[in-house]
């Protein structure tokens, strides 16, 4: 088992990808905490157990992207992000959206 070591950021950094291209970019378990997203093209791109605790994603093109076992993403975060039926979203939010 590969263990990969906690990687400890200065408090007021934040992550810029705004307008970015960052298709089928792997960003699995990356702390995306108040990441600037806006704008990314981020098509097929894999955020399996990512933080994106308030990371800012209007106009991000989401389609075919792997969102699932992300944490703290919300509903209104994605109302601004351009996703599709591809989009694999995480469990929590595939059940809201069958309950509403």
């Known amino acids: 088992m590969t263990v990969r070591p906690k990687i400890v950021r200065p408090p007021d950094f934040v992550v810029d990808l705004h307008g970015a291209f960052v298709r089928r ?4 378990n990356a702390d995306l905490e108040r990441a600037n997203l806006a704008g990314a093209h981020a098509t097929n791109a894999s955020f399996r ?3 994106l605790k308030d990371a800012k994603l209007k106009g991000a093109i989401l389609r075919g992207a792997d969102l699932r076992d992300v944490a703290n993403l919300t509903w209104e975060q994605l109302s601004e992000a351009i996703i599709d039926q591809t989009t694999k979203l995480p469990d929590y939010l595939e059940q809201e959206a069958v309950s509403q």
Not at 25 to 28: K, M, P, T
Request: negative net charge; charged residues 15%.
């Open 25 to 28: 970019v792997d960003l699995s």
């Open 49 to 51: 157990g990512a933080n």
